[in-house]
Nanobody
Framework: QVQLVESGGGLVQPGGSLRLSCAAS????????MGWFRQAPGKEREFVAG????????DYADSVKGRFTISRGIATNTVYLQMNSLKPEDTAVYYC????????????????????WGKGTLVTVSS
């Protein structure tokens, strides 16, 4: 089993930056592909970014490409989401999720199939 705890959310002005962290417990962290998802008030949860278990492959939603970067520290059991050039439409609760996989290059992008979830961290982009 994997437990996930997000941190790093907060209030930021448009154009600003934040870095979210997701700390994972469990000895099998390297067996999971990881993803960041977000949910704005009144909207469905959506994919933001994903990274393979090997960290060699990544994927991004079109709305964040070129602005967000996902990475993972294998030794630290942590996944990061660096968010730059933030926009008001990025305001949402951001969730970290894990998907067990035997494939080293698999990158998850569908929230329906994720195995474990954190409780989320709120990001508010406003002036």
């Amino acid at each position: 089993q994997v437990q996930l705890v997000e941190s790093g959310g907060g209030l930021v002005q448009p154009g600003g930056s934040l870095r979210l962290s997701c700390a994972a417990s469990g000895r099998t962290f390297s067996s999971y592909a990881m993803g960041w998802f977000r949910q704005a008030p009144g909207k469905e949860r959506e994919f933001v970014a994903g990274i393979s278990r090997s960290a060699g492959s990544t994927d991004y939603a079109d709305s964040v490409k070129g602005r967000f970067t996902i990475s993972r520290g294998i030794a630290t059991n942590t996944v990061y989401l660096q968010m730059n050039s933030l926009k008001p439409e990025d305001t949402a609760v951001y969730y970290c999720a894990a998907d067990w996989t035997a494939r080293g290059d698999y990158v998850p992008n569908n929230y329906h199939i994720m195995d474990y979830w954190g409780k989320g961290t709120l990001v508010t982009v406003s002036s």
